[in-house]
């Protein structure tokens, strides 16, 4: 038995359409309470997934909206359960309105992301694709978008699985020798699956190292715009931003503190971060806005040092370029007077012009170019979160002690050991062994109606 949920799945906004989930024993007993079908029919007769037109009229017969109904029967369904889902119009005083009837019927208030959580309990999907819902609906990107849709396909739990399968015919196969020695079993030579640890290393290995480009997909490229006073990086940030951002004035030491915002170039989610003009100052404020500036420069992923290129190279524009990952050559629309030392050649270098946005598009796409991680793995076989990548190591490091001893020629029962520790932190991956905590802190994340 499964307590009755209900949800509003589109958000409490003003909407063209509105959505209203209910999923768990007696879904469509209670739609049918408040749902009348124009063609005379009842919910509970109609076929599944087909959508039906009618009313949806309270309890006490007052009519509340207009729109569609669709039921899924369990187990063919999101959840695994019987579902129902109401489609009206997008008021919030509408939707309110219905939900509240639903709660009056006998559903109860669905917590956050206790339908997807269903789902892994009942089977429909693994952790790692149930990870996947939340950063499909947090992506910022396409890329990020194409990833978390192919892990919601189960990309991951397939190239997991294949480890997994491979490391469990391992231990039957010692356990089979072990627990029927007068069978007529082939006796379990430890160095005949070295080949085996080895491929096993090879795909966790490979997994792992998706990790670091999977962190910039999720989370995006922290970028500090550092530089001297005045030489246009606020109006770079602004330029990259497409709207002012930051206050932008001729007289130095306008910036006294950092200023952050997010924007999508070039494919790419850039959490750009405007810094305080580096130079001695004898001002204590501003003195304060040049030490959060190098400390923006210690944490950033890539340092973008911005450059007057109407004017000749000073002593203060060395600091932020020495460091930069990026040298951007500002007021390229005016006649260029700098001249690069060869120290800071080896540095890409991109003539842009904030006033005229000129070189933009070319900036982002340098700064892309020095993501980390190969660009060639397909999408959804990318680690995006802390959690998948802490167990793909533990599985590697045991995988890893496995080969070692099986190498130093111990006895099989101490390279199982090793081998039944990579099987269950693959379990606790894809959920195959439950974690109650773990799952509690994973569907905490998502939002009511998920």
């Not at 958000?11 to 209203?20: D, K, L, P, W």
């Not at 959840?79 to 309110?96: F, N, Y």
Request: hydrophobic share 45%; net charge negative.
């Amino acid at each position: 038995m499964s307590e009755l949920i209900a949800a509003l799945a589109t958000g409490n906004v003003r909407s063209a359409i509105g959505i209203i989930r209910l999923s768990g024993d007696g879904a469509v007993a209670c739609v049918d309470r408040l749902f009348h079908p124009k063609n005379g029919g009842r919910m509970g007769d109609a076929p599944a997934n087909r959508l039906i037109f009618g009313e949806v009229q309270g309890l006490d017969g007052a009519l509340l909206d207009t729109g569609l109904c669709t039921v899924s029967r369990a187990p063919h369904s999101y959840t695994g359960e019987d579902t129902a889902e109401l489609q009206c119009h997008g008021s919030p005083v509408a939707l309110a309105a219905i939900l509240g009837e639903l709660f009056r019927a006998g559903a109860r208030q669905a917590l956050p992301g206790e339908f997807t959580k269903r789902a892994f309990l009942n089977g429909k999907l693994d952790l790692t694709q149930a990870e996947a819902v939340i950063d499909l609906i947090d992506a910022q990107t396409g890329g990020a978008a194409l990833n978390a849709s192919a892990q919601l396909a189960g990309a991951v739990r397939k190239k997991t699985d294949a480890v997994y399968d491979r490391l469990l015919d391992m231990t039957a196969h010692f356990h089979a020798v072990v627990d029927w020695p007068d069978e007529d079993i082939e006796d379990f030579q430890a160095l005949s699956y070295l080949d085996t640890l080895n491929a096993a290393g090879g795909a966790l290995r490979g997994l792992l190292d998706t990790f670091d480009r999977g962190r910039v997909l999720r989370d995006g490229v922290r970028c500090a715009l550092v530089g001297r006073p005045n030489v246009g990086k606020s109006s770079l940030l602004n330029a990259l931003l497409g709207f002012d951002r930051a206050i932008v004035t001729d007289v130095p030491g306008t910036t006294r503190d950092t200023v952050e915002d997010t924007c999508v170039a070039g494919g790419v989610k850039l959490r750009l971060v405007d810094t305080a003009g580096l130079r001695d100052t004898c001002d204590a404020v501003e003195r304060m806005g040049v030490e959060r500036s190098l400390a923006a420069m210690d944490a950033a992923d890539v340092v973008i040092a911005v450059l007057d290129a109407s004017q000749p190279l000073t002593p203060e524009d060395l600091t932020p370029a020495r460091r930069a990952g990026v040298l951007a050559l500002n007021k390229s629309d005016l006649p260029r007077r700098l001249e690069l030392p060869e120290e800071l050649t080896r540095i890409p270098a991109v003539a842009v012009s904030a006033r005229t946005g000129e070189g933009i598009d070319r900036l982002t796409q340098t700064v892309a170019a020095l993501l980390p991680g190969r660009s060639d793995v397909p999408a959804g076989e990318i680690l995006t979160n802390a959690r998948q990548a802490g167990e793909v190591a533990a599985a590697l490091d045991s995988v890893e002690a496995a080969r070692e001893a099986l190498l130093a020629g111990v006895t099989p029962d101490a390279v199982l050991t090793e081998i039944e520790a990579a099987l269950a932190a693959l379990g606790r991956l894809s959920g195959r062994t439950l974690a109650g905590d773990v799952t509690e802190r994973i569907f905490q994340r998502f939002c009511v109606g998920k």
